[in-house]
């Protein structure tokens, strides 16, 4: 997925086999959508996950569902709105790139601000390490982007966005890492 992207040729996943260019279909078809279903799971959490999962598989077995009714199960599950999901990453080639700014560790609890610099309103995880392990970890939801935020960081050394990139975003270098 990566490639495609970085060179401005990506397509988004909701689209017909055919008309997806030679290059794309193995990258968006099997990669880009498999690394949108994986950060869709580390968002909800795995329990979650699993649940609007089988939900779906109950409600649509031996039928033939339609997109939106991926979306209407999981939103109904998950309790959550996921149009970012479902509408904004399935249906653009927008590119996600957010950035750590104003980190500040205290030994207690670290306060930042992250900056969505392009791509879609989507939520997004900040972890706080030790050693380059993590310690702590916390999802925020799309709007809270520009304000200031605050983890519970003790004995934190390090202060990223997304170090397990689980987000699909194509700029990780202005992450963090202080």
């Given at each position: 997925?990566?490639?495609?992207?970085?060179?401005?040729?990506d397509?988004?996943?909701?689209?017909?086999s055919?008309?997806?260019?030679p290059?794309?279909?193995?990258?968006?078809?099997?990669?880009k959508?498999?690394l949108?279903f994986?950060?869709?799971?580390?968002?909800?959490?795995e329990?979650?996950?699993?649940?609007?999962?089988h939900?779906y598989?109950?409600?649509w077995?031996?039928?033939?569902p339609?997109?939106?009714?991926?979306?209407?199960v999981?939103?109904k599950?998950?309790?959550k709105?996921?149009?970012?999901?479902?509408?904004?990453?399935f249906?653009t080639?927008?590119?996600?790139?957010?950035?750590?700014?104003?980190?500040?560790?205290d030994g207690?609890?670290a306060?930042?601000t992250?900056?969505?610099?392009?791509?879609?309103a989507?939520?997004f995880?900040?972890?706080g390490l030790?050693?380059g392990?993590?310690?702590?970890?916390?999802?925020?939801?799309?709007d809270q982007?520009?304000?200031?935020?605050?983890?519970?960081?003790?004995?934190?050394?390090k202060?990223v966005i997304?170090p397990?990139?689980v987000?699909?975003?194509?700029?990780y270098?202005n992450n963090?890492?202080?």
């Amino acid at each position: 997925y990566q490639l495609p992207a970085s060179i401005h040729i990506d397509q988004p996943i909701e689209m017909r086999s055919s008309e997806y260019l030679p290059l794309n279909y193995g990258a968006v078809v099997y990669k880009k959508t498999a690394l949108a279903f994986d950060y869709l799971r580390a968002y909800l959490g795995e329990s979650l996950y699993d649940q609007c999962m089988h939900a779906y598989f109950e409600e649509w077995k031996f039928k033939h569902p339609q997109p939106q009714d991926v979306k209407a199960v999981f939103e109904k599950v998950s309790g959550k709105n996921l149009s970012w999901f479902f509408d904004d990453l399935f249906n653009t080639t927008n590119q996600q790139d957010f950035a750590l700014r104003k980190p500040h560790l205290d030994g207690t609890k670290a306060n930042f601000t992250v900056q969505q610099r392009s791509g879609i309103a989507a939520p997004f995880v900040v972890s706080g390490l030790k050693n380059g392990t993590t310690i702590t970890e916390q999802w925020f939801e799309a709007d809270q982007t520009g304000r200031t935020l605050e983890i519970p960081c003790q004995g934190c050394d390090k202060l990223v966005i997304d170090p397990n990139k689980v987000m699909i975003e194509t700029n990780y270098r202005n992450n963090g890492g202080i």
